[in-house]
């Protein structure tokens, strides 16, 4: 979630992720455009597994 509030050592824009049981706050990224990109980021070192299969032999050219 987006933290429109976030304590002194946060900052506006953050997000954040909360967990219940035990309760806590993780925090995930510091925008929501760097938890794109990071996200973005993390598909494309293993497009295999996001893909579900091997690429095949275009897929594989076209990297």
Known sequence: MADHHPGPEGQR??????VHDPDQICWIAP????YLQASADSIDDDREEF????????EQAEL
């Open 13 to 18: 824009g953050q997000i954040i992720a909360y």
């Open 31 to 34: 925008s929501f455009s760097a």
């Open 51 to 58: 893909l579900n299969g091997p690429l095949d032999e275009q």
